[in-house]
């Protein structure tokens, strides 16, 4: 399945084009405006911005950790344009240049500083986040099936500012809105093989981490899993993807919210971290610019043996089907053979990649809401319940 065409961000007005030439540029904007970085990183960033715009891949200085690293990555790109690399690789070095950048791995005054903190921050903080967490005593009465749905629900939705918990509370999703939806899949494999171990690829913090948060306790809370990994990224990346720090963040938020149904929740994850039911664990191929197929042995060894892995995101599920031009009607089972557990995807679509749409979904929406791919108003719950055969897999 890696016969399709790999996805550039080189054809002006696509999708991909978009994000470097219009998405990246307002970031920038906004970067800049958030924190008073001086004029070395200011014009850093800049410099940035214009070569992936408008120049040629260059590799990161020779003091860079990662350096030989990113060189190995890279080989056969140095020196060609932005737009002719792939787009997952394109898009992950921007965000590893952004640090750079900014001094996040420099010794000096911007060192360990998360350029991207002031948006999540802020967005932790909203008067609209208390809403949704009151809403969650309106769950605790709904029967057992109901609220794994809805759980599962709001942590699909979880980044969709007008639904989260809420959106269970009285106002279901539109059939249209979930174009596929293996949700019965996932919830038969986990009551089969109760007492396992799950696995969480996080996708972004803040009002997004919450819900993932309270789906983790539900799985721990009802015993359809004994323990649950929740593996987060070592670094910032993709403006709001969830770091150590978020996940802390957010669970403390849980802990002191004024409801009780929040804070009974934030008390019994707090204490499954200490004692090692919820472990937060990260990895550095999180922030490669490579797909899921090219696990590292040492990953691909965490993750044999889940009852299942759920990947969280548009990123997870670009990594997980290869960022490639799929046709969308290609099974879903056949694009995530490579993966060494159980799989099941939670995905918001904001990008081109798609497989496992049915041919009558996707007529109607390719006439009806041309920009439904990546305009973040539909989603997908995918879930293959059988591992991939064990293999070796040689260190990326």
């Given at each position: ?266 008390r019994r994850l707090r204490q499954a971290m200490t004692d090692d039911t919820l472990a937060v664990r990260t990895h550095p191929f999180f922030c490669a610019p490579l797909p899921f197929r090219d696990l ?14 759920i990947l969280k995101g548009d990123l997870n599920y670009r990594r997980l089907v290869d960022d490639r031009l799929h046709p969308p009607t290609t099974p879903f089972p056949e694009t995530v053979t490579h ?58």
């Open positions: 399945m890696t016969d399709a065409p790999v996805i550039r961000s080189d054809v002006p007005g696509s999708f991909p084009w978009g994000v470097f030439h219009e998405r990246h540029p307002k970031l920038v904007r906004q970067l800049l405006d958030a924190l008073p970085y001086g004029p070395a990183e200011r014009a850093g960033i800049e410099r940035l911005l214009a070569e992936s715009t408008t120049g040629v891949l260059e590799p990161l200085p020779e003091h860079a950790h990662d350096h030989a690293q990113w060189l190995e990555w890279g080989r056969g790109l140095w020196g060609r344009p932005w737009g002719e690399a792939p787009f997952l690789w394109a898009e992950s070095y921007f965000y590893r240049r952004l640090l750079e950048a900014t001094g996040y791995f420099r010794p000096g005054t911007w060192q360990g500083i998360d350029p991207f903190a002031p948006f999540k921050n802020a967005e932790l903080a909203g008067p609209a986040v208390d809403e949704e967490l009151a809403a969650l005593s309106a769950l605790d009465a709904l029967p057992g099936p109901r609220r794994s749905a809805a759980l599962l629900s709001s942590a699909l939705w979880g980044n969709r500012a007008d639904l989260s918990f809420q959106l269970t509370a009285g106002r279901p999703t539109a059939p249209s809105d979930l174009v596929a939806d293996d949700s019965a899949l996932l919830w038969s494999a986990l009551e089969h093989t109760p007492g396992g171990r799950v696995c969480l690829v996080a996708d972004n913090a803040a009002r997004e981490l919450l819900p993932d948060l309270v789906l983790i306790d539900h799985l721990l809370h009802t015993g359809l899993a004994a323990q649950v990994v929740l593996y987060v990224k070592p670094q910032p990346y993709y403006v709001s993807d969830a770091t150590t720090a978020d996940t802390l963040a957010a669970l403390e938020r849980l802990r002191t919210a004024p409801t009780d149904a929040a804070a009974t929740i934030g590292p042995t040492d990953l691909r060894t965490e993750l044999t043996g889940a009852t299942m892995t993966f060494p557990s159980p799989v099941t995807t939670l995905r918001t679509l904001k990008s081109d990649v798609l497989v496992g749409i049915a041919a009558t979904t996707l007529t109607r929406l390719d006439s009806s809401a041309p920009t439904w791919r990546t305009d973040g108003r539909h989603a997908l719950i995918q879930c293959h319940p059988t591992a991939a055969p064990a293999r070796g897999n040689p260190e990326k």
